[in-house]
Nanobody, 121 residues
Framework: QVGLVESGGGSVEAGGSLRLTCIPS????????MGWFRQAPGKKREGIATIDVRNDVPFYANSVRGRFTISLNSERTALYLQLNNLTFEDTAMYYCAEGGCGLREQLYKSWGRGTQVTVFS
């Protein structure tokens, strides 16, 4: 399994932006995709973005498509999630994960501990 550490969360005004970073403990991957998930208080964890590490093809949940961008650096040493035009509904703990492709958390084997994003108006 790959150890994953997220960073970049914080408090931001509605309409603002953040960039989250996920650093794996090693540069090789057991799975084929990396993903970002989030969990708001009282809600189930939802997959919001995934990227295929073989070809950098992304896929997004409808709730974030057009506002969030997932990417990998060329060295495959960091995963990013750019969050733009944030709304209160984006307030959640954000997790990165590594494993199979798709937005279902059951596909992923390794998880970080999360970074909190809070959006205020």
């Amino acid at each position: 399994q790959v150890g994953l550490v997220e960073s970049g969360g914080g408090s931001v005004e509605a309409g603002g932006s953040l960039r989250l970073t996920c650093i794996p403990s090693r540069s090789t991957y057991d799975g084929t995709c990396m993903g970002w998930f989030r969990q708001a208080p009282g809600k189930k964890r939802e997959g919001i973005a995934t990227i295929d590490v073989r070809n950098d093809v992304p896929f997004y949940a409808n709730s974030v498509r057009g506002r969030f961008t997932i990417s990998l650096n060329s060295e495959r040493t960091a995963l990013y999630l750019q969050l733009n035009n944030l709304t209160f509904e984006d307030t959640a703990m954000y997790y990165c994960a590594e494993g199979g492709c798709g937005l279902r958390e059951q596909l992923y084997k390794s998880w970080g501990r999360g970074t909190q994003v809070t959006v205020f108006s």
